[in-house]
C-alpha cells in the first residue's frame, strides 16, 4: 500500500483502485446559496456541490465560515477547499481558484421614498454607498475614487438601508427577496456579473485539483440543474445567468456600472 497526499492506492492482482479521502467545503452563509438549518448545511451551491461530488465518489463536509475567513484557513488544510467565494487576485500566490462556479450579479439599491437616480456608477459618488465583500467591486469603487462602506458578512443589509443608515447598497441580485425588493427599493443599475468560485488550498494534490475543475467545469446553469436552483427560489436568478454571464465571458468584460434600462 502505497500513500501519497490524499489519495490511497491499493493494488491487488495487477488492479488498482484509488480511493480518495473526504473533502471538507467552506461555505459562506448566505442564504439561499449556502446556510445553515438546523443541524444541516443546505443551499443551492451546497446542492450542486454535494450531487457532483457524490456522483464522482468524492465523500464530502460541509462547513459555514465566512468567505475572508475560508479563504485565509484553506493555507494550512490541505483537504479544504472554499465554495462559492469570489475572485481575489491578491491571494492567487497562496490559494488555488480552480474554477469559476456561477455569476454574480450585484445591483444598486435604493430606497423608494428617496427617489435616487442611479442609472451609473458615478451616480454613486454624492450618495453614502455600502457593498458587500466582493472584491472585484470593492476594486472597482476604489478606482473610481468612489466613497464607500464596507459590510462584513452576516451584517443584515437591506435592513440598515431600509433604517436609512446610507443611501445606496450594492448587493447580490441572487440573495434577494423579490417580493421584499419590489415592495420597498428601487434596482438603479446591474454591475456587469463577476464570478463566484471554488478555491482550493495549494497543498491539495494537482490531480485532485484537475478532478474537481473537471466535476465543476461542467455547466451548473443547465437544464439538469433547474430543479435544485428553482428549490431554492432562484429559477429567475438562473435565466438571468444562462442569459448574460455567458455572453459577459464571451467578450472578456470586467465588472462596470450598467444600467438596467
Known amino acids: 500500500m502505497l500513500t501519497k497526499g490524499r489519495f490511497v492506492r491499493i493494488c491487488l492482482l495487477g488492479l488498482c483502485v484509488v480511493r480518495t479521502h473526504a473533502l471538507t467545503l467552506l461555505v459562506e452563509d448566505k442564504r439561499p446559496y449556502a446556510y445553515q438549518d438546523g443541524t444541516q448545511i443546505t443551499g443551492a451551491l451546497v446542492e450542486l456541490a454535494r450531487q457532483r461530488l457524490e456522483r464522482e465518489k468524492i465523500p464530502v463536509t460541509f462547513n459555514v465560515l465566512p468567505s475572508r475567513r475560508a479563504l485565509a484557513a484553506i493555507n494550512d488544510t490541505p483537504d479544504t477547499c472554499a465554495l462559492g467565494v469570489p475572485y481575489n487576485g491578491a491571494l492567487a500566490e497562496t490559494v488555488t481558484f480552480v474554477q469559476p462556479l456561477a455569476p ?30 466582493v472584491p472585484e467591486i470593492i476594486r472597482l469603487l476604489k478606482r473610481n475614487a468612489l466613497p464607500h462602506t464596507v459590510l462584513p458578512a452576516g451584517k443584515a443589509a437591506t435592513e440598515m438601508l431600509s433604517a436609512g443608515r446610507f443611501d445606496a447598497l450594492i448587493a447580490d441580485y441572487g440573495t434577494l427577496p423579490a417580493a421584499v425588493t419590489a415592495e420597498r427599493f428601487e434596482i438603479g443599475f446591474l454591475f456587469e456579473p463577476t464570478d463566484m468560485w471554488l478555491a482550493c488550498s495549494r497543498g491539495l494534490p494537482q490531480t ?6 473537471g466535476i465543476f467545469a461542467e455547466h451548473l446553469l443547465g437544464e439538469q440543474s433547474k430543479d435544485i436552483w428553482a428549490r431554492f427560489g432562484l429559477d429567475a436568478y438562473r435565466s438571468r445567468a444562462n442569459e448574460q454571464w455567458a455572453a459577459a465571458h464571451q467578450s472578456g468584460r470586467t465588472p462596470t456600472g450598467k444600467s438596467k434600462h
Open 104 to 133: 454574480i450579479f450585484m445591483v444598486v439599491l435604493s430606497r423608494k421614498e428617496d427617489h435616487l437616480a442611479l442609472h451609473q456608477i458615478e451616480d454613486l459618488r454624492s450618495h453614502r454607498t455600502a457593498v458587500g465583500e
Open 208 to 213: 485532485m485539483q484537475q478532478q474537481l475543475k
